[in-house]
């Protein structure tokens, strides 16, 4: 079974500028998760999707961040601009159904550094 | 902000030891998860516990959940070197199910180094 795959794997972007990262979930996963991972830290959720819609964006930073999941698969999430406290890496995760119970499967993230 | 938080934050061991990781948490909830981090195979799941479970194996895995105490244990037996990596608990929130309490929120982990 293929994983959870997400591009790129590095970026490297001055402060303002703009990035976008994909993610594409297991087949058949309708739950898409973001979180962002901070160096010694525990990864936080960004956004929860369930199919295409947003089931949860409480921690997104709306003026910046943006993610959208058309046709209920594949996902982006952009930022922009990008601030020094971007630097992150950003971690896609799916489960086949959201529920609390459902085990997340976790792609390789996106390691960001903004300077 | 951070439901969980691992004890020792960083753990050292020989090959063959065990170890054991603690995780203690803020708000009730229906199950607590572990995973694992590392460069290799990025984060992965190891073991669900329900609020319901006092105690649970998978291979060489044990976990304990003390619900009155807010708290869980994971224990490593026979550490082996590809055992070295972060471990976080994680918690979605407690609810009657449904889509909305899928999320997790992780601790900030516990380091842990095996040493050949």
């Known amino acids: 079974e293929a994983g959870v795959a997400q591009s790129p794997r590095y970026k490297i972007i001055e402060k303002r500028q703009s990035v976008a990262f994909w993610c594409n979930p297991i087949s058949g996963h309708a739950t898409l998760y973001w979180y962002q991972q901070i160096l010694g830290q525990g990864p936080k959720l960004l956004i929860q999707f369930q199919n295409n819609g947003v089931v949860d964006d409480s921690q997104l930073p709306k003026d910046r961040f943006s993610a959208e999941r058309l046709k209920g698969v594949d996902s982006t999430l952009k930022i922009q601009p990008a601030k020094l406290e971007d630097s992150a890496v950003y971690l896609c995760a799916s489960s086949l159904d959201g529920t609390a119970f459902g085990e997340q499967f976790f792609g390789p993230g996106t390691r960001l550094t903004v300077l | 902000s951070q439901q969980g938080e691992e004890d020792p934050q960083a753990l050292s061991i020989q090959e063959g030891e065990n170890a054991t990781m603690n995780c203690s948490y803020k708000t009730s909830i229906n199950n607590l998860q572990w995973y694992r981090q590392n460069s290799g195979r990025g984060l992965v799941h190891l073991i669900l516990?329900?609020?319901?479970?006092r105690e649970k194996h998978s291979g060489r895995l044990r976990v304990t959940l003390d619900t009155s105490k807010k708290s869980s244990s994971l224990l490593i037996t026979a550490s082996r070197a590809a055992d070295t990596a972060s471990y976080f608990c994680a918690t979605p929130p407690r609810g009657a199910g449904g889509t909305s309490y899928g999320k997790l929120t992780f601790g900030q982990g516990t380091i842990l180094t095996v040493h050949p």
């Open positions: 516990i329900r609020s319901n479970e």
